[in-house]
Structures are given as structure tokens and as C-alpha cells.
């Protein structure tokens, strides 16, 4: 198959969703399928040049619409009538589209076009339809409201299937916004086995922190946002400061919106500020060193939809602490891969308490459970082939509603 993925940025500091994409292209290749990407991004920015994938970069970028984005909401939200021109030439070209997100003109302006054409396209949410959003952010709701009454609903509704990783992100789904039509589907996701010399690797963190290979590490691992719930770790790890005396913390990743200086005020208030390390954002064999000389990882998110990280750090092994606002967390402990708290200061208080606390023997058993968790639930390898037989059986001419119709 010949598939085409619309998304809003191949920025990899976005995460899950752009990881997803190129990881799953390498599989795909290999099996002899080609994906090709188009997104909004300007065709000089430095993520799209180093892309992994045969990418059209489709934003405006003028010097005039660059200062304008900035203080204009609807640039903000990417708008850019290249994307629909080129789907209008190019669509018929691929098998099938899959749509990676919701809220920006990658959703919409896809459905414009592809809504008229007999191309079967798709829609992976990420989790953008979860209902913590529409809590967190009120005055973002209500303008949502509208956006998605007026148009945003009609991109699920067509879209020949609508993909979730997980059944907690499909049940959340239907909570958020009326009305709500989808054909449901819910399918693997996950990340690649990892490779590469170990030594090397931990060699690339160390380099990166004094301290690294004297002091048992916690890690946590992904942007600096407040919907991770970094502030409730870092006062988490302050309250335990005599039972944790062997540990440190990592915090780990990218800061896209300054945030980072009110977390290390906050560690330095707290007194725990020699103790926490921010190496900034990890990639290649230094996030790989991190994970394998961490102790364990650990989510502490408001909302997460899936957490590709959490299935990183158990292909190595190694266990989680991860709020039940991350949408696998019914399965990590039913696989008791790792430890499920609530997301507020005690409750992860007391989850590195007893992880911190674990036995030689039961860290050995929770590191193969883990182990197993991803082997079974999360090797993209296998996810990924199975996704594509999926898009094979919709994609193909007559009626197509095995999913669940909402």
C-alpha cells in the first residue's frame, strides 16, 4: 500500500504522534509499503529537512505570515491553503489517508478535500478528545464548541474509521463533544525494540550528568508541561527525602513554553534542588542510556493518551509509575508492569516510596513483567502490520462498518 499521513508538525519535540509516524514507516518499508507525510510545517525548518520519511511541507512562509501567526489565532491554527490545493492533485495518488490529530487545519482542511474524493481516509485522535482538555481549559472549550459543531465533528464522521490506541482513549472520546458519529476502532500502538550497544549508550547520558553513575536514578521523561504533573513529582520526591536518600531524580526533555524555570524554583524552595537534574531534551543513544541506567521511569501526567515512552522504557526492562490519567494504565497493572496512582502529590508520594523500596527479587520480577507487557502489547513491529491489514480490509470497495458506530 501506498499511504499518505496528514499531520499538523514533524517537529519531534511533539512527541508521540510524530514518533509513531516515523517508527512505524520504517516497519512499513521494510514489508514493502510506502508512507509519505504532509504537514504544515515551512519547508526550510530544520525537522523537516532531517525528516526520516519523504515529507511535503506544505505552511506558508512568508516573513509577513510568521509575525502574524503569532498574535492571529486562526494562523496559529496553521492555516495554509497549500495543504488543500496539493490534496486536490495528489490524494488519489495513495491507497489511503490517515488524518494524525484534531484542532488545527490539518484535521479540517484534509476533510475539505478528501470528504468529496472516493480516497478512504482515517483519523487518529492522539487523545486530543480526551475530557481533561475541556477541564483544564475553559476558555479554549468554549471556543472549541463552536469549532467543532461548525465543522470539526463532519472529520470524524466521514472518515471511513476512527483509531484509538487504547480502549480507555476510545471510552473518554465520547465524553467531550456532541454530536459525536465515529467508526471506532481500536488498535496497536507502541514503539520499536531498541537496539545499539548499552555501554554506549549510558556512556552518551553520563556524559551529559555528573552524578549519574553513583546515584540510584528516577527518571522521568518528556516535555515540560503542566499536564505531566512535574510540580506534583518534584513535591512528591521532596516529602520523601530520608527514604529516598540513594536517589535523584532526572526530569528530562524538552521546555517549549518556560516552564522549566518555575519547576527548578519550586526544587530550590524545597530544598531538593541538588538532587534534581535536567539534562534537557534526550534523543538517540543518550535517551536510551537514561533509561537503562534509571531504576525506573516514571508518568506522572493529568492526561496522557498513550505514553510512548512508558512502552520505551519497558521493551528495556524496566518498570513504570504511572497515573491511572494514562490511558494504559489498565494494563500495566494488569500486567503488573509497573505501579498505578492517583495524579496528586500524596498518591505518587507513596508509589516511589514503595518502588524506591522494592527487594533485588522483586524489582528482577517487575523488570521481566514489564519486559513481557511490551513484548505482548507494544512491539510496533507487530502492531504496526496488523494496523496495515486494518487499513487493507476498510480501504477496499463495498460497505466497511466493522467498527463501532457512534
Given amino acids: 500500500m501506498k499511504i499518505l499521513h496528514v499531520i499538523r508538525t514533524v517537529d519531534p519535540r511533539y512527541g508521540g504522534p510524530v514518533a509513531g509516524v516515523f517508527s512505524s514507516a520504517e516497519v512499513w518499508a521494510r514489508h514493502g509499503h510506502e508512507r509519505n507525510v504532509a504537514c504544515l510545517d515551512m519547508i526550510d525548518e530544520p525537522w523537516v529537512l532531517q525528516s526520516p520519511v519523504k515529507t511535503f511541507a506544505l505552511g506558508l512562509g512568508s516573513p509577513l505570515y510568521v509575525a502574524l501567526r503569532k498574535i492571529l489565532p486562526w494562523l496559529r491554527y496553521g492555516y495554509s491553503p497549500h495543504l ?12 489511503a489517508i490517515i488524518v494524525n490529530g484534531l484542532w488545527n487545519y490539518a484535521s479540517y482542511g484534509s476533510w475539505r ?14 487523545g486530543m478528545l480526551d475530557p ?10 468554549f471556543f472549541k464548541n463552536i469549532f467543532w459543531r461548525l465543522f470539526e465533528h463532519r472529520v470524524l464522521r466521514d472518515a471511513r474509521g476512527v483509531m484509538f490506541t487504547c480502549e480507555e482513549e476510545r471510552q473518554l472520546a465520547r465524553e467531550s463533544f456532541v454530536p459525536y458519529t465515529a467508526r471506532e476502532h481500536v488498535v496497536g500502538y507502541g514503539t520499536r525494540d531498541v537496539d545499539g550497544d548499552p555501554r554506549a549508550q549510558i556512556a552518551a547520558f553520563t556524559n551529559l550528568i555528573r552524578d549519574a553513575k553513583t546515584r540510584k536514578l528516577i527518571l522521568f521523561l518528556g516535555r ?6 512535574i510540580d506534583l513529582l518534584i513535591e512528591a520526591f521532596a516529602r520523601n527525602t530520608d527514604d529516598l536518600a540513594d536517589f535523584d531524580l532526572v526530569i528530562a526533555g ?6 522549566q524555570y518555575q519547576l527548578k524554583t519550586l526544587a530550590n524552595e524545597l530544598g531538593v534542588s541538588h538532587r534534581v537534574y535536567w539534562p534537557g531534551m534526550l534523543s538517540g543513544g543518550a535517551k536510551w542510556g537514561a533509561i537503562r541506567l534509571a531504576e525506573f521511569l516514571v508518568l506522572p501526567s493529568h492526561q496522557e493518551n498513550f505514553g510512548i515512552v512508558v512502552a520505551e522504557a519497558m521493551a528495556l526492562s524496566k518498570p513504570v509509575l504511572i497515573t491511572n490519567k494514562v490511558n494504559i494504565w489498565r494494563e500495566i497493572e494488569a500486567d503488573h508492569a509497573g505501579l498505578v496512582v492517583n495524579d496528586d502529590v500524596e498518591s505518587i508520594a507513596a508509589g516511589l516510596r514503595k518502588m524506591c523500596a522494592h527487594s533485588p527479587e522483586q524489582r528482577e520480577s517487575m523488570a521481566y513483567s514489564a519486559r513481557e507487557c511490551f ?32
Avoid: C
Fill in 84 to 95: 488543500t490545493r496539493w490534496l486536490k492533485v495528489n490524494a488519489r495518488n495513495y491507497d
Fill in 113 to 126: 478535500v478528501l470528504h468529496q474524493l472516493d480516497v478512504p481516509y482515517f483519523v487518529f485522535t492522539h
Fill in 132 to 141: 481533561w482538555f475541556n477541564k483544564a481549559y475553559p476558555t479554549k472549550t
Fill in 224 to 229: 515540560i508541561h503542566p499536564k505531566k504533573g
Fill in 254 to 259: 524538552p521546555d517549549d513554553i518556560g516552564w
Fill in 375 to 406: 513484548r505482548k502489547r507494544y512491539d510496533l513491529e507487530r502492531n504496526s502490520m496488523d494496523l496495515l491489514r486494518l487499513l487493507e480490509q476498510l480501504s477496499a470497495p463495498g460497505p466497511n462498518s466493522n467498527g463501532i458506530l457512534r
